[in-house]
RNA sequence: AUGCAUGAUAGC
């Protein structure tokens, strides 16, 4: 047992979620027990890959078992965490009563999962609910706690009363973290509400939160959104001042927002830089650069910038696609732009809804109203879900064609709810 | 060392 045991904790740790779980199968295979500590383990990783249902499993073999291997209420955060991350929001809720059931008594850490689950699925009000019944069971929030609620405020764009959150849990003697401030400072960003997000900056200093680079992060990006591009870049040099080191989502931030500013110089020294502290770039460097290359009208370069992803191994994905089909059609290369997505559907790749939109659109922009409208079915038919914005392209285009009694009819079918 | 909170890119 011994053995199994050293073999599998390492397996969890290297996300070897599929070895760890036939590794546990032996070992209960062979007789021996293991122990809900290890069950757990595996629990947890199968969860981080997504395969809840194994997990679940695992779960209801630790139950058939009895009394050797009891699910504790570890194993039901795990469970809840997995499932709430996949948006089973149902599943999750019927567990949590299956645990209530069988007398687990939830835990500050078991709300904190729920809580945490609730806000990023936008039920910020439920989460809040059970915040209560926490206290009414005695238990404390914690830091965490209320940083997950705060957070969901925060992204929800109510930053006011994320604020007053704030005020509360300091009121309550709940020392806020450096995590604490990054959400509220990443929610005024996103609002662009910089002045207010850059006091928060010196307040989380004075409080001995020390920024990091999830607080720099976001603050460059609502500069560089804000066509502040020098205040991020003054960022960029007071975040190394600091001795922080940026990583490739810092970097890739100021380098998307000089791309959308046509600064591309700018945006390949901070390239230059990346490589010199051994940062490697990722498909969101890549895409941001293409797109940047494509607006400024050098195609070749973008196409540069695409073929050295994938000799750093990076995989283009739909982002990068839809960056490269918008940008062709956007420069009036439309055939280019169809054959490039005939040859994707050849090799088996999937383009993505928004290239399909984008081709639509510079199709119906052209007057080519019919191929637009074939483009429709061959979504349909690869099972890409059409959006809102496909159906107002469309519908854009049949009024250029003059037919607005067909878009008019597009509308009535109600397959899209028009914004 | 069995579980919890924060950051980036594309289309009308």
């Known amino acids: 047992a011994d053995t199994y045991t050293c073999l599998i904790y390492p397996l969890c740790k290297a996300r070897e979620a599929d070895k760890a779980k036939n590794i546990l199968q032996e070992m209960k295979f062979r007789g021996f027990r293991g122990s809900t500590r290890l069950?757990?383990?595996?629990?947890?990783?199968?969860?981080?890959?997504?395969?809840?249902?194994?997990?679940?499993?695992?779960?209801?073999?630790?139950?058939?078992?009895?009394?050797?291997?009891?699910?504790?209420?570890?194993?039901?955060?795990?469970?809840?965490?997995?499932?709430?991350?996949?948006?089973?929001?149902?599943?999750?809720?019927?567990?949590?009563?299956?645990?209530?059931?069988?007398?687990?008594?939830?835990?500050?850490?078991?709300?904190n999962v729920l809580i945490?689950?609730?806000?990023?699925?936008?039920?910020?009000?439920?989460?809040?609910?059970?915040?209560?019944?926490?206290?009414?069971n005695s238990l404390t929030p914690t830091v965490v706690t209320y940083t997950a609620l705060l957070d969901g405020l925060s992204k929800g764009g109510k930053v006011d009363e994320a604020l007053k959150f704030l005020r509360r849990m300091i009121e309550r003697d709940c020392l806020p973290s450096v995590v604490t401030y990054n959400s509220l400072v990443n929610g005024f960003c996103k609002l662009n509400r910089m002045d207010e997000a850059s006091s928060l900056l010196a307040e989380m200093s004075n409080r001995g939160c020390m920024p990091d680079i999830f607080t720099y992060t976001p603050l460059i990006w609502g500069f560089c959104k804000k066509g502040k591009l020098n205040d991020g870049l003054r960022?960029?040099?007071?975040?190394?001042?600091?001795?922080?080191?940026?990583?490739?989502?810092?970097?890739?931030?100021?380098?998307?927002?000089?791309?959308?500013?046509?600064r591309l110089d700018e945006a390949?020294?901070?390239?230059?830089?990346?490589?010199?502290?051994?940062?490697?770039?990722?498909?969101?460097?890549?895409?941001?650069?293409?797109?940047?290359?494509?607006?400024?009208?050098?195609?070749?370069?973008?196409v540069e910038q695409f073929d050295k992803m994938a000799k750093l191994g990076c995989t283009p994905d739909a982002f990068t696609y839809s960056t490269l089909l918008n940008g062709f059609c956007k420069m009036g290369k439309l055939n280019e732009a169809c054959h490039?997505?005939?040859?994707?559907?050849?090799?088996?790749?999937?383009?993505?809804?928004?290239?399909?939109?984008?081709?639509?659109?510079?199709?119906?922009?052209?007057?080519?109203?019919?191929?637009?409208?074939?483009?429709?079915?061959?979504?349909?038919?690869?099972?890409?879900?059409?959006?809102?914005?496909?159906?107002?392209?469309?519908?854009?285009?049949?009024?250029?064609?003059?037919?607005?009694?067909?878009?008019?009819?597009?509308?009535?079918?109600?397959?899209?709810?028009?914004?």
């Open 39 to 111: 069950h757990n383990a595996v629990i947890c990783v199968l969860c981080k890959s997504k395969k809840v249902n194994d997990a679940v499993g695992i779960y209801r073999e630790m139950l058939r078992e009895e009394e050797e291997n009891i699910p504790d209420i570890v194993t039901y955060s795990h469970l809840i965490q997995g499932m709430c991350k996949l948006k089973m929001v149902d599943e999750a809720s019927r567990l949590r009563e299956e645990m209530k059931q069988r007398g687990k008594m939830m835990d500050v850490v078991s709300y």
């Open 116 to 136: 945490h689950a609730l806000c990023v699925t936008n039920r910020v009000d439920v989460a809040r609910g059970l915040l209560e019944e926490m206290v009414m």
């Open 235 to 262: 960022l960029m040099e007071e975040l190394s001042h600091k001795n922080l080191v940026a990583d490739v989502v810092t970097y890739s931030v100021i380098i998307d927002g000089l791309c959308k500013e046509s």
């Open 268 to 302: 390949s020294s901070f390239m230059e830089e990346m490589r010199e502290k051994d940062c490697l770039p990722n498909v969101v460097t890549f895409n941001s650069l293409i797109e940047g290359y494509l607006k400024a009208g050098k195609i070749h370069a973008a």
């Open 340 to 419: 490039m997505l005939n040859e994707m559907s050849a090799k088996g790749l999937v383009p993505g809804i928004v290239a399909f939109t984008c081709v639509m659109d510079g199709l119906s922009k052209e007057g080519r109203i019919q191929e637009a409208e074939d483009l429709l079915d061959e979504m349909l038919r690869m099972k890409c879900e059409p959006t809102v914005y496909t159906y107002n392209t469309l519908m854009n285009g049949l009024c250029i064609a003059n037919r607005i009694e067909d878009a008019q009819k597009l509308l009535a079918e109600k397959k899209f709810s028009p914004n």
